[in-house]
């Protein structure tokens, strides 16, 4: 009874212990929020559905029967570019439905016909209010057959049609050669009148597939072409030229451990010196005579961490808590300067803190790049350091910033073909940056071509940047159905499984994380053997020369990339996985695996001192597991004969014992 008691308590115990366990991960998990990605239970498109719903009879007959009575009709005054939308806007019409409506300047039709789209500030749109419109933002107005769309410029009025036609005609412009045209040879609508504006006024996602055919422009994406800025980034050697000022003035850069180096400017130095800092105010000027159009300049610190050191920038760092104490006032003297355009600075690095007692100025631009942020862990919530780090960084930027844009993240720099599972945070993200005052989102992925789901990302994060309460997720269910077709299942599929993965991950999903770091947990040798197993199931459902295929086979090569890194010692799998890759790779286009590591420079140290490590090991682990049953046998050898010797000490001890007490045979054996 006392055993069958104490075996109760244990097995209590344990239970206990493991139930802890339980909550504790799933408070931890429900405290991250959001993370989670999930595909494919969302696969509820239809389009044949859709096409029914279409043919039901409404207040606007657009098409009936393959056959349309519409015109399209821009401005006389419009440039090529809006003349190219509409066109295009034509285009897919025609295509959608078999009709084939013509495009007219308003000037062509003369008077209003009785039915047509009308884009822009034609001569039949003037009393169509814009009442409501923000931004590039639009309207959509019917009235009788004739559907106007109107906005504050031509920037909004191409919004308004490529908006239409994803919002109205179920349109996705998901890659930068592919758009997908549903058939609906029949389309009825309601009556319209609505505005749509975006929730992020300055939209950008940098990815080398949206700057090929205007695809940014489909995807209502404003920050391309940089028209609307002078300099971007890291500017102060544009402005302070080392090659012109270091030798003559060296105090005008930065003092490194007691040297004045050109790794960036003695931003104190220009403050209060006005010689100084009208090099700065006169190198502006004469950039702003080659760019008059331009409404941002930047003025901010170079990429590294070489802040300046000398006495001054110390005692301003000191005082301000920040070394943006010191650009911060040179930015605002520039605002001061030039009153119609926004100074921008980077809230980066060492100028990444809020200087306490300096504000920016209204016509100053932040641009918070809080770069050790957590790809896994919500901003909103903060539950890790390093979100909960770049959350502080926003929220007091948030409170002073007249102009906030964010500089987001969304790439891994060290392996841009890797699996990189972040698209559960980004809705989330958005929502927290939107509610501390950012007005602009420029989310960095990929410059370099074909990176991993480069197109999926880029097309969901510009869907979102227009319309922050968008189903994330039903948006992607429907890109995979569209984009694979019969192997959607599938690949929404893979995409739950790396998604869940990482959702409980208890690490930190990071921008420059190897494949060795998730050995554990989603690159774990069992996971990647059960992806690819999925993804050739994918690639068997559809024909090998179709577009589908080649879209999976993307996919495939971003896991034969990472198999030739997984944890396995399986030498001939990775040599495989390695050629299955490059020709991949070469049939694609692809020339970087990394931020600053060619295709040719891993293929070479893959095929030397990758693998020489990896036979290495094995040798390590053969020699060990061979010996290692060897020094078994030595120690319990050892044990046995250690322990008969012990007997025999023991043994001659009480004979001799013994037989000093007068003890007879019997009485020492028996001990």
Known sequence: KFMKTKVIIVVCIILAVALVGVLSLAVTVSAKGYERFTVSDKLTYD???????????????????????????????????????????AYV??????????????????????????????????????EGVKDDGYRVYSEGNVIYVKALDEAGVRNGIYGFLEDKFEV????????????????YLDELDYISNPDVAWRRVYQYEIL???????????????????????SAFDYVS??????????????????????????????????????IATSLWTMMQEKPDAKYWDFSVMDNNDYCQCEKCASILEKTGSMMGTVLPLVNKLAQRFTDVKISTLAYLFCKEVPEGIVPLDNVNIVVAPIGTSQNYSLAKGTNYFSSNGKRIIEEWGKVAPNLLVWDYVVNFSNLLMPYPNLGVQQSNLEFYLANNVDGVYHQGNREKEGETSRMRSYLLSRQLWDSDIDLESLAAKYVQVAYKEAAKDVAVYMDKISDRVYFLPGNLDLYDSVSKHKVDYLAVTSLNEYEGIIRSAMSKVEPDSKEYERIERIYMSLMYTRCMDSSLNVDKKTASAQEFVKLADKYGVTMVGETVSLEEWYAQFNTEYLEDIKGYRIALITVSSVFPMILIGFALMVATTGALKKKIVIENLKKEAKQNDKDEDEIQTL
Request: with cysteine.
């Open 93 to 130: 019409f025609n295509k959608m439905t078999g009709a084939g409506i013509r495009v007219v300047s308003d000037k062509e039709a003369k008077t209003l016909p009785k039915a047509a789209f009308v884009f822009g500030d034609t001569d039949f749109s003037a009393g169509i209010s814009n």
């Open 47 to 89: 389009e044949n559905a859709v096409a029914e719903a279409m043919a039901k009879e409404k207040d606007l007959c657009l098409a009936k029967d393959g056959k349309s009575d519409y015109i399209a009709i821009f401005p006389f005054t419009a440039s090529q570019a809006l003349v190219n939308d509409v066109q295009y806007f």
């Open 172 to 187: 996705m412009f998901i890659g930068e050669n592919y758009d997908y045209i549903p058939f609906f040879p029949t389309i």
């Open 212 to 234: 090929q055919n205007h695809w940014y422009s489909r995807l209502r994406l404003n920050g391309f072409p940089e028209n609307d800025w002078g300099r971007w980034c890291h």
């Open 242 to 279: 080392p090659d012109l000022y270091f030798e003559s003035n060296p105090e005008y850069f930065a003092m490194i451990n007691g040297e004045r180096q050109a790794t960036q400017l003695c931003y104190s130095y220009f403050i209060d010196n006005e010689d100084a800092f009208e090099i």
